[in-house]
């Protein structure tokens, strides 16, 4: 089992930055793709970025390209998602989440899930 804890999130306003973290404990993850989500009110949850913790390769949505960055710290057993240029569309629930496919933005392939960040962006 993998376990996934998600913080920092809050309210912020637009143009603004905030840091989200995921730590994760359980099984070691060094295979593994850990990605974040969001879901917005009324919304399905859509993906955001992804690394692979084995290589640091990264993807991102196009929504969040060049604002959004992620990033892994093998010591501390964390996922990042460093937020800037906040905009009011980016106002949704982060999930942090674990999957051993490799490099899939699809939340179908993503096993372990975190409970979740609220993240609020004001305009």
């Known amino acids: 089992q993998v376990q996934l804890v998600e913080s920092g999130g809050g309210l912020v306003q637009a143009g603004g930055s905030l840091r989200l973290s995921c730590a994760v404990s359980g099984r070691p993850v060094s295979t593994y793709t850990m990605a974040w989500f969001r879901q917005a009110p009324g919304k399905e949850r859509e993906f955001a970025s992804l690394?692979?913790?084995?290589?640091?390769?990264?993807y991102y949505a196009d929504s969040v390209k060049g604002r959004f960055t992620i990033s892994r710290d093998n010591v501390k057993n964390t996922v990042y998602l460093e937020m800037n240029s906040l905009k009011p569309e980016d106002t949704a629930v982060y999930y942090c989440a674990a999957g051993t496919k490799i490099m899939t933005g699809s939340s179908d392939e993503y096993v372990y899930w975190g409970q979740g960040t609220q993240v609020t962006v004001s305009s």
């Open positions: 690394i692979s913790w084995s290589t640091g390769s990264t």
